[in-house]
């Protein structure tokens, strides 16, 4: 785009090929067209017998999405007999691949590009009346792409229930101790009664009845924001559902756009083809002509909340029962050849992270353009659930530089929930985590360049004792990366996990695999029996000779395996509040300091926890073991076991 504004006798001409040129990017007109594509790439499973919606499909999705057998993310699931009329679509974007089928690109970062055009027409003034004009053809390609509504009904129409009976959808049950069944991938459209902008949400709807589900939509959220205005004026709140679809519209829901940007003009851009709605039949609301069922309802917000949950959600715990405004269903709509789509969450790495990362990658342009210029990368980790963990690349120009990105950062749109940033310099490569912490850490001084602060988090955080608020840390590691040497960490003498636990008899095991790959970084497990005991351990390990070059000291709950790594980081970041479980104390040998992180579960007894602590989320046995008998049977291909095995001494029910 830069280099079509540079033209000034030929820029118009060149804008409109560029334009034409992008004519040719994929759009899916039904659920069952992207379907098509998946087969097509060899990227979907096909199981005809039945599995049931109750726990099993969730069980083998879990199994596909952890699994490296056919690639990170496995396959596609297409679950031909639910025990309803309809199929259903799970696992559909969970990869790299499949998440750029899509949205229709062979690469996410290719729409950079777009939103170059979108900053050029928007948000940069032109310079001179001639650039105005330049501007002209590009500003109608862009209105070409608003939404677009249709006179009398659409594909989504074809069949109306007359008695709406959401129970004749395969809803899914996804893990034992959830409270009931959930529609998990909604598009929930609402509009703001004083302006008619709309806004599209993704929510989770715990169903309560044959037209009744709770509405899980967070105080931070366009719908809640939507519902507060309707409560204040004492009328109906009119609200629609839509589901399946061209996926571009189902991403779109889940992204954190800004208030005035319309979620499905979002998806017209991302596809580069208007999305186009209908009027719906009971509710003053447009959607998606094209979508494979449309709920049709309201919310009455003189009504009494309703209990909702709980649900093991994308944090990998269990989100506790709520309260939440209770969705009334006046219709139901599907086309005739419906595909009913899903998701589940749970501990990641599941099909949330790669929609999480086809975020990171659409809007660090954007973030780059409009507020940090000196932003060059960012990577947002699978063990980080999005919010605990964020890894910004910054281009450093001054002192306090990554100071200024830290605080912006932590007051942008959804950023503001992060509650762990490293940031490092230009020189690092920060998708290559191994790499990273070698060439970071070993530079790292907490005394330096550890921050601490306090703000909003996520309303499904468990960590902090008061909800959606808490603690904050930011790890400053752009300090003279470029002179470190890996050969600079010297351990004083070998010293053995086995002499560590013979010293400190209440440590359950030791990890310091990590420490030897010159990454000095700890790692502990602890039977917690009382309070104080972690603050001791911690003392006592500082005091240790030999790992004075120690710069991080983690310990965790005894029945997590210290060995597997990306497990400990996911459980230590959702159970920390770095403000009350980070401490930086001083070597008693040196002038090193120490980053010493209390990953451990939080309780009344130990901590003076005020709040209740979720469970892990995990498969119960009768299920894992009845999926073990009939996988053969189901033909789903190589055997995968249950990830939910690694946590039989965790969950109660095991």
Wanted: charged share 20%.
């Amino acid at each position: 785009m830069r280099e079509i504004y540079a033209v000034d006798t030929h820029g118009r001409a060149y804008l409109r090929r560029e334009f034409l040129l992008k004519k040719n990017i994929m759009h899916y007109s039904s659920l069952k067209s992207f379907i098509n594509k998946l087969e097509d790439k060899n990227e979907l499973v096909r199981i005809k017998e039945f599995v049931n919606p109750v726990l099993e499909i969730a069980e083998i999705t879990d199994r596909f999405s952890k699994s490296t057998e056919y690639g990170h993310g496995g396959k596609a699931l297409l679950f031909e007999n639910t025990g309803t009329q309809f199929p259903l679509l799970i696992n559909a974007m969970g990869s790299y691949k499949r998440i750029c089928l899509a949205l229709g690109v062979n690469e996410l970062d290719e729409f950079g590009k777009r939103f170059n055009i979108l900053y050029q027409l928007f948000l940069k003034p032109p310079s001179s009346f001639i650039n105005k004009l330049k501007m002209f053809p590009g500003l109608m390609k862009i209105s070409s792409l608003l939404p677009k509504i249709l006179s009398g009904r659409g594909a989504s129409q074809q069949v109306v229930m007359n008695q709406p009976d959401i129970a004749k959808l395969p809803v899914l049950k996804c893990w034992p101790m959830d409270g009931g069944r959930f529609i998990t991938l909604p598009m929930v459209i609402t509009k703001d009664p004083e302006t008619g902008i709309r806004n599209v949400g993704m929510y989770r709807m715990q169903v309560l009845g044959k037209a009744q589900t709770g509405m899980h939509w967070h105080i931070h959220k366009g719908g809640a924001a939507h519902f507060e205005k309707y409560k204040k004026l004492k009328k109906k709140m009119p609200v629609v559902v839509a589901l399946g679809g061209d996926p571009a519209c189902t991403f779109s829901a889940t992204a954190p756009l800004p208030e005035n940007i319309d979620e499905f003009f979002f998806a017209g851009f991302l596809r580069q083809k208007r999305i186009e709605l209908v009027q719906c039949l009971t509710q003053d609301i447009e959607a998606p002509t094209d979508a494979d069922f449309i709920i049709e309802g309201y919310i009455d917000p003189l009504e009494d909340f309703i209990t909702e949950g709980p649900f093991g959600d994308h944090t990998g715990f269990y989100s506790l029962p709520a309260q939440y405004p209770l969705f009334h269903v006046t219709c139901i709509t599907h086309r005739k050849d419906a595909v009913y789509p899903a998701t589940i969450v749970g501990i990641p790495p599941m099909e949330d992270f790669w929609l999480s990362k086809a975020t990171e990658r659409i809007f660090l342009p954007l973030l780059k353009l409009t507020l940090l210029p000196e932003i060059v990368d960012i990577d947002l980790p699978a063990a980080g659930v999005t919010h605990n963990l964020a890894i910004i690349k910054i281009r450093v120009s001054y002192p306090g530089q990554a100071q200024k990105v830290m605080n912006a950062l932590w007051s942008a749109g959804q950023m503001m929930f992060n509650k762990v940033l490293i940031i490092t310099a230009q020189q690092a490569d920060i998708h290559d985590y191994t790499g990273l912490a070698v060439k970071l850490l070993q530079s790292f001084d907490p005394a330096k360049d550890v921050y601490f602060s306090r703000g909003p988090l996520d309303i499904l955080d468990h960590s902090s004792n008061q909800p959606a608020f808490g603690g904050k840390m930011c790890l400053d590691t752009t300090r003279q990366i470029d002179n470190v040497k890996h050969e600079e960490l010297k351990l004083k003498s070998e010293i053995s996990p086995d002499k560590i636990l013979q010293l400190y008899p209440e440590l359950s095991a030791i990890n310091i695999s990590l420490v030897k790959s010159a990454i000095p970084v700890l790692i502990a497990s602890i039977v917690k029996s009382k309070a104080g005991i972690i603050k001791n351990v911690f003392n006592n390990l500082i005091k240790i000779p030999e790992l004075t070059d120690v710069k991080i000291f983690i310990i965790v709950d005894h029945y997590i395996n210290i060995n597997d790594i990306n497990r400990i980081i996911w459980y230590c970041l959702a159970n920390i509040d770095p403000v009350r479980d980070c401490s930086i104390p001083a070597s008693p040998f040196n002038s090193n300091h120490h980053l010493c992180i209390d990953g451990t579960k939080k309780t009344k007894e130990a901590d003076n926890f005020p709040r209740e602590w979720p469970d892990i989320i995990a498969s119960a046995p009768e299920t894992i073991e009845a999926i073990d008998k009939k996988w053969d049977m189901l033909n789903l291909g190589i055997f995968l076991p249950s990830p939910g095995l690694k946590y039989k001494v965790i969950i109660p029910s095991f």
